[in-house]
């Protein structure tokens, strides 16, 4: 994350979607910013002001003065890293294209010297409004940053374009500008993430799968995205929304399904990471209708899955790194150390189903580090986004090992 630190003004106009700007603040107060919400006259009918101070902790202004206090808007707009406009309204977006001043949220946005996001939200029909077309272009040739509409049901009860972006890609937004501003080392390289279970189908209504939720290989794909890699995950059956402009997600259903995707990014790929917990044995044969129950015993024969990582591992060329992951319940370290070598991996993040906290299903893990050095790292008991960002960082670490060799 890159936004711990950075100071925001949050500018809530009049549309249905403020209801949804208490999140917001509550998401970018959670990953370390500092926010100041002003909000229009019309906002205030659609989210409570209160809501909004309780959450940033702030006062919230709507009027260019209060009583006999006037409200510095220069300063606010002097102060702010960042000024996030959402939701717009199309008539906040009438003004600001066109240097209106009737109100706070335009006279700060005036002052504003920092980057500034819109987040618009309006119907269909407004969106598609030759003038809206217009005032976006202008207002996007003045230097603001839109963050894109989404598609779904509106206000009006119709389905279409308009929705405002939500909270959590509005985050996630402001936190990619914020990286390409930073360091980005891993810019301009191509990552390959898998994670999350297999489904591996007996019947048209059974599976045989297993209880990884994907965590551990989100958080891996985002960690290296926010280190500038365009990242693809090949994500299996898995209820975890994956946010990141530079992650684009490839769902599958099987380790077939996984295999072959992989095998379709792998040789673009300057790093590989193989996070998922691939089902080792499907069943022969897919029963084509639901299997009805009958002896008291049933037998189903399974047949060995295609081993991804080894596959990787086997058509790895010079300057691909490649990482798997190994869940163990004993003899850990000589496990790992044999799929590190057997599978041709560059690193292998051996997970102890022993730790407490560690594992499937929980939002921390504790992993140890093994590398073809022959030396190992054991990492505390962290949460998993700590846990990706530690990998990365050593997988940076090969990388220059490697290039100064
Ligand atoms: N893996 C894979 N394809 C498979 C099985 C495993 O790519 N069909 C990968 C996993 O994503 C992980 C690594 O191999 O990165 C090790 O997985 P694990 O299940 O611990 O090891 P296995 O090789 O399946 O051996 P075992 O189950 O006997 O421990």
Known sequence: MQIPGKKIVLAVTGSIAAYKTPQLVRLLVKAGAEVRVITTASAEQFVSPLALATVSKHPVHSNVNDGAAWNNHVEMGRWADAMVIAPCSANTLAKMANGLCDNLVCAVYLSAICPVFVAPAMDEDMWLHASTRNNIQKIRSYGNHIIPVAHGELASGLIGEGRMAEPEQIVSYLNNFFLEQGNLPLKGKKALVTAGPTYERIDPV???????????GIALAESLAD????????????????????????????????????????????????????????????????????????????????????????????????????LETNNEMAHAFSKLKNKNADLIVLNSLKDEGAGFGHDTNKVTLIDNSGEHLTLPLQSKQDVAAAIVSHILEIRHAEKTV
């Not at 059974?206 to 551990?216: A, E, L, Q």
């Not at 402009?245 to 995707?261: F, H, K, N, P, T």
């Not at 044969?285 to 002896?295: L, S």
Request: proline share 5%; charged share 20%.
């Open 206 to 216: 059974r599976f045989i799968g297993n209880f990884s939720t994907g965590k551990m």
């Open 227 to 326: 280190k500038g890699a365009d990242v693809t995950l090949v994500l299996g059956p898995s209820q975890q929304q994956v946010y990141h402009s530079r992650v684009s997600v490839v769902r599958v259903e099987s380790g077939q399904q996984m295999y072959d995707a992989c095998m379709e990014t792998f040789p673009q790929a300057d790093i590989s990471v193989l996070a998922a917990a691939v089902a080792d044995y499907k069943p022969e044969q897919v029963a084509p209708e639901k299997i009805k129950k009958q002896g008291d015993t049933l037998n189903i024969n399974l047949t060995k899955t295609q081993d991804i990582l080894a596959s990787l591992g086997a058509i790895k060329k010079p300057g691909q790194l490649l990482v798997g992951f190994a």
